[in-house]
């Protein structure tokens, strides 16, 4: 069936530093792909999305480019901040649900 | 205002007890889930509702009892509630038929304890 795997973390970075989280997935079809984020103590939310092969997803610095050849949907930022401590979830669109991977972590120190 | 409001937001109770957890969302969608986060944060759909007819039921214990009333609500019960139902359950809605194409508004979560 469909699925997403993502990198395991933590990441660990320091502050401006290049950011990279990997996602790819496994999908009939071509899928939304998506982008969450989980602060400590919160609810997730939608960072960025993109609905066909070669979108790119853009939001707050971050980017991810839905790439059919590779099936990925890598997340990027170029300079990360404290404040961008948190988890991440990829997650593709399947018909009627959204199929999460199992979150990475980052950490950022000043 | 609160898009997607769970309550309560944490609930920490005996095994073997009845809880129930809310959800109400104000954006007039269509379409609500039940997510539940395990201990590793690893998320899986339990439930979803659409215009108040279930529409997905994952493997789940039976224990476990979806209800809406309107479309705007979606409550969670639970029966004699087990330690491994401790999680972080997560409420969140969608438009119909966009939910999987543009995303869903989470709730902030609901703790279950299970002592």
């Known amino acids: 069936g469909d699925s997403v795997t993502q990198m395991e973390g933590p990441v660990t970075l320091s502050e401006e530093a290049f950011l990279t989280i990997n996602c790819t997935y496994t999908a009939t079809g071509y899928p939304s792909l998506f982008w969450y984020v989980q602060y400590p103590g919160e609810g997730l939310q939608l960072l960025l999305k993109?609905?066909?092969?070669?979108d790119k997803g853009s939001n707050k610095g971050f980017e991810a480019t839905y790439r059919k050849e590779t099936t990925s949907f890598h997340l990027e930022k170029g300079s990360v901040q404290v404040s961008d401590s948190a988890v991440y979830f990829c997650?593709?669109?399947?018909?009627?649900?959204?199929?999460f991977g199992t979150g990475t972590r980052l950490q950022v120190f000043p | 205002d609160t898009a997607v409001s769970q309550t309560p937001k944490y609930l920490v109770t005996q095994m073997g007890n009845d809880k129930s957890i809310k959800c109400e969302q104000n954006?007039?969608?269509?379409?609500m889930y039940w997510y539940k986060q395990d201990s590793k944060k690893f998320l899986k759909i339990m439930f979803s509702y659409n215009n108040k007819e279930l529409i997905i039921n994952e493997t789940v214990p039976n224990r476990f009892s979806p209800k809406s009333p309107d479309k705007a609500h979606l409550n969670l019960h639970i029966n004699s509630l087990e330690l491994g139902d401790s999680a972080v359950y997560f409420c969140a809605s969608s438009q119909e038929a966009q939910g999987s194409n543009y995303g869903y508004t989470f709730g902030s979560g609901t703790r279950l304890t299970v002592v």
């Open positions: 993109a609905t066909k092969a070669d």
């Open positions: 997650a593709l669109g399947h018909t009627d649900k959204l199929i």
């Open positions: 954006l007039g969608h269509d379409t």
